[in-house]
């Protein structure tokens, strides 16, 4: 693995490790309510204090990490992987396919995508399960976009046109030589894009469109906390710093990875 990488592969790692077993990290039950305890500031044994219930805010906010970082993961690889492959079906083959589905994009991407997915949810009734899907139906286009572009540039490239000459089925080729040549731009894009799919995700959870209580998740936890800014602030800052250090790792992590590959493609 690459030195400069190797920080940031393993604070996205233990992110995701935390996420994957929440259940085993927490030290309480994340729903067990103690009225008596509610609201209780941080100290020995609460950490990161109480909610309004006497919940433990740290078993949480560890618990919230597997609905928000999972699902974001989760949407990330349906709409990479679609729209990656409806991009480059329509950079390699072209034709009729191309136009319905660039013009079908384009009607997408003429909707603001968060006003568009808090449409959707609202429509569909809220829940996470919904909030995925209606930023799914809008997110695959920036990746079938980024594809066919990439899949364009490949196929006026000589070994595209041996590969064909060749003899070898279109499928065959698309499979063989366009797709592992555009994994690498499709990854640092889907990197960058993981910490604003949490934000949307943590969103529209805040609005009363994604999680629901008494799921765990960041984005309602700052919701049921936001009244209590002033008088218990440890309510909401405890999710809100989760979802600042989420985002920022992989940002950081997408940073990096772009400058990586800038740098070998440079020296190629």
């Known amino acids: 693995m690459n030195k400069i990488l190797a920080p940031y592969f393993l604070a996205a790692g233990a992110l995701i490790f935390v996420a ?66 409806i991009g480059a079906a329509c950079g390699f083959f072209g034709g009729r396919l191309d136009t319905i589905l660039m013009r079908l994009s384009d009607i997408f991407l003429a909707f603001p995508q968060m006003v568009f997915a808090i449409a959707m949810a609202g429509a569909l009734g809220g829940g996470l399960l919904n909030a995925v899907a209606a930023l799914a139906v809008i997110g695959w286009t920036k990746y079938a976009r980024v594809a066919r572009s990439l899949t364009l540039t490949i196929k006026n490239l000589p070994y595209f046109d041996a590969a064909r000459i060749s003899g070898g089925k279109p ?4 499979r063989r030589h366009v797709l592992p040549n555009i994994a690498g731009t499709i990854f640092v894009t889907a990197a960058l894009d993981l910490g604003t799919i949490i934000m949307e995700l943590a969103g529209l959870s805040f609005l009363g469109l994604g999680a629901q209580p008494p799921t765990p998740e960041w984005g309602s936890m700052m919701s049921n906390g936001r009244s209590m800014l002033q008088t218990a602030p440890w309510v909401i800052l405890a999710p809100g710093f989760a979802i600042f250090l989420t985002v920022a790792v992989f940002n950081l992590l997408g940073d990096k990875l772009r400058d990586v590959l800038d740098t070998r493609g440079n020296l190629s």
């Open 20 to 85: 994957v077993f929440a259940e085993f990290l927490t030290p309480f039950d994340p729903y067990a309510q103690d009225l008596e305890g509610a609201l209780a500031p941080p100290n020995s044994t609460n950490l990161l204090g109480t909610d309004r219930y006497g919940r433990d805010i740290l078993s949480r906010v560890i618990m919230g990490s597997q609905a928000t970082l999972c699902a974001a993961l989760i949407l990330l690889a349906v709409i990479a992987g679609v729209g990656s492959l």
């Open 171 to 174: 499928l065959t080729i698309l």
